[in-house]
């Protein structure tokens, strides 16, 4: 009777052994190939150049001095004309918010939806203090080590000239697209595109444009991100995070600190803190779903077979899973909306028990969350009515998600591809703003991803010091931005052969 038993919880095991292992093999690579192509020839000195040349405009968003940034515009807008003398011959240039471009390319036929790509000028302001530690000055815009450096160089001015000289390629090989193209370049994305992309939408909407995609920063070429994978990733955003902050405050009598409350938890401070250590063990909602879903399931194929394993059988270990990517912070942010504590407000005397204690919590939303669904989710964890919550300032919702398959993710999968065949190419989520999320109104499908490639070592530098780009890496970009609009321009975006 025992043999029996053992005899058929081996069987069992055996079973699903096979079946874990038969799930594993049948998920082939989803990466698709191309026939290769001969390599566009650029000058990557010349482009590193022209992008030195708009690094020394100090086009710092949100600057005091609106005199000074204007001139700084104005001189980034100056180079732009002398560089790309065809550009600006052959496409029409409209100014909305005094500087933000937008370029319109006319197609051959009126008919096709246009395609937009996006960059923006503006850049953000040197940390005080931290000037002195560039290896280069943030606004000289020194070529040196084979690295354009300068505040700008990743973030995004790398995509303004690169995009450029794109166009500028394409014209001077006679090159006119089918669809209308538009090149949009905001000034103020750094503090929320009031004045430019949004503005943009708005001319767009009055006009009744519909655009087949939309192209912006947000996501790129990335190694090292997913533990062992050792091919580069192309992460194509098809969403972006919003945002959204709370104040949470405790009240209570003031007093001298000589007789304090007796009970825990019922002064300002401990109350408030109980609060917080409560919200803290009790993170939103998440898992493997929504873009994290799109990526796991394109990039589980290429991992090495244990995790290729778990990820190709959810049905039975997605607690499993779930669980050792909630540990890594980048994953973790990828499957829910995050709870970052980030401000901590109470007392001004040692000696006085304070009236009110306030906390600030920032939440980045994932696609499907909702504001008013966080505070909810907040006064839960909190379980204390006297404790206040409420958002304070303005608050970003998520976007939406465009789809991870069709022609436009189809045609800017097929660019990357051909020009990085090296690299995996996944749907992504972009954890920051950007100028794109105004698009939706005009756009169904908004993508993320620019043709750079980011070491985790060089995510400081975003917003940080030593901001610098590869020489190497421009080519790279302007045989991206070239062969999508070849491949986009076209009559429908091109679609390519299936795995
Ligand atoms: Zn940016």
Do not use: C
Not at 63 to 81: C, E, N, W
Not at 108 to 119: E, F, I, S, Y
Not at 287 to 302: D, H, R, T
Not at 486 to 496: D, I, R, S
């Amino acid at each position: 009777m025992l043999k029996r038993l053992v005899i058929g919880l081996l069987a069992l095991v055996l079973l699903l052994a096979a079946v874990l292992v038969g799930n594993t093999l049948r998920q082939g690579s989803r990466q698709r190939s191309f026939p290769p192509r001969p390599p566009l020839a650029v000058d990557a000195e010349a482009v590193a150049q022209s992008l030195a040349v708009a690094l020394r405009a100090r086009t710092v968003s949100g600057l005091l001095d609106p005199a000074g940034t204007a001139q700084a515009f104005d001189q980034l807008q100056a180079h732009l004309r002398a560089r790309y003398p065809r550009v600006h011959a052959a496409l029409a240039l409209e100014r909305v918010g005094n500087h933000t471009l937008v370029y319109r390319w006319p197609g051959r036929d009126p008919k096709l939806q246009p395609v937009a790509l996006l960059a923006h000028q503006d850049v953000v302001p040197i940390a005080p203090g931290t000037e002195a530690l560039w290896k280069q000055p943030p606004f000289d815009g020194r070529v040196e080590g084979g690295f354009v450096w300068g505040r700008g160089a990743l973030d995004d001015k790398a995509n303004v000239i690169t995009q450029l000289e794109a166009v500028e390629a394409l014209l001077t090989a006679g090159f006119q697209p089918q669809r209308d193209v538009y090149l949009v370049f905001g000034h103020d994305e750094e503090v929320g595109g009031a004045q430019g992309a949004a503005q943009v939408v708005k001319l767009f909407q009055q006009r009744g444009l519909k655009l087949a995609f939309v192209l912006d920063e947000g996501m790129a070429v990335t190694e090292g991100i997913l533990p062992g994978v050792a091919r580069p990733i192309a992460l194509i955003g098809l969403g972006e995070k919003g945002s959204v902050t709370l104040k949470i405050s405790a009240s209570a009598a003031p007093g001298h600190s000589s007789m304090p409350p007796t009970q825990p938890a019922t002064s300002a401070i401990g109350r408030l803190s109980a609060a917080l250590a409560r919200l803290d063990r009790a993170p939103m909602p998440g898992g493997i779903q929504g873009a994290a879903g799109e990526l796991f399931a394109v990039v589980a194929p290429e991992l090495p077979f244990g995790q290729r394993l778990a990820m190709s059988n959810l049905w039975l270990l997605r607690p499993l899973v779930e669980r050792m990517l909630e540990k890594g912070a980048a994953t973790n942010a990828l499957m829910r909306t995050t709870t970052a504590m980030t401000v901590l407000n109470a007392g001004n005397k040692d000696n006085v028990l304070p009236g009110r204690a306030d906390a600030l919590v920032n939440f980045r939303i994932l696609p499907g969350d909702t504001a008013d669904g966080i505070v909810a989710h907040v006064k839960r964890a909190v379980a204390d009515e006297a404790v206040e919550v409420a958002p304070i300032g303005a608050a970003f919702p998520a976007s939406r998600l465009s789809a991870a398959d069709g022609p436009a993710y189809r045609t800017i999968e097929r660019a990357i591809r051909e020009i990085y065949p090296e690299d995996i190419v996944a749907p992504g989520l972009t954890l920051q703003g950007t100028d794109s999320r105004h698009f939706e109104a005009v756009a169904d499908q908004v993508y993320r991803f620019m043709p750079i490639r980011f070491k985790p070592e060089d995510l400081p530098r975003l917003h940080g010091t030593d901001e610098r780009i590869a020489v190497t890496q421009l080519p790279e970009a302007v045989r991206f931005y070239h062969r999508l609009l070849q491949l986009a321009a076209g009559p429908t975006p091109a679609e390519g052969p299936t795995p």
